[in-house]
């Protein structure tokens, strides 16, 4: 299973679309109440006092489902086109977690009126997104080279 190039990278992409969870992705300023963490899971307050403020449920359930179908991709190694259909899958969900991060911020910021600014892990569905489509480009060269071994038999 990891003598393959696209398993490495799927587990790379695991990695980073599991970071989120624990790397703030932007945060909010607001003069007058303090400084609020946004994750993929959670909003946090950093100042004036550390405390959880609320559940980010529309971000942790499609980072969590799309982690999910990159684990069950990675573990599919022997099923070529169908690790090929969840990657496919999985890089559309990718896309729609980085748009969905920009809205939860945008629309969060408009709510609070204060400033806001993005960390690492705002850009990190995208970065997915590309390590999923450049395993799905050595899954179709897999595929490509089975078929050519099986017209050499």
Known sequence: MFRRIQSLILIVALITACLPFFMPIASISVDTV???DIYAAKITERMPEAGFIAWNYPNMILTGFSAALIFVGLLLYKKRSLQ?????????LQIGAFVLNWMTVV???KNAGGEWHTFVAFGFPL???ILVFT?????IRDIALMHLYDRIR
Do not use: D, H, K, W
């Not at 090929?84 to 559309?92: A, D, E, K, P, S």
């Not at 395993?135 to 899954?139: A, L």
């Open 34 to 36: 303090g400084i609020y």
């Open 107 to 109: 629309g969060l910021n």
């Open 135 to 139: 395993s799905i480009r050595f899954i």
């Open 84 to 92: 090929m259909r969840l990657c496919i899958v999985n890089t559309v």
């Open 127 to 129: 970065v997915t997104a």
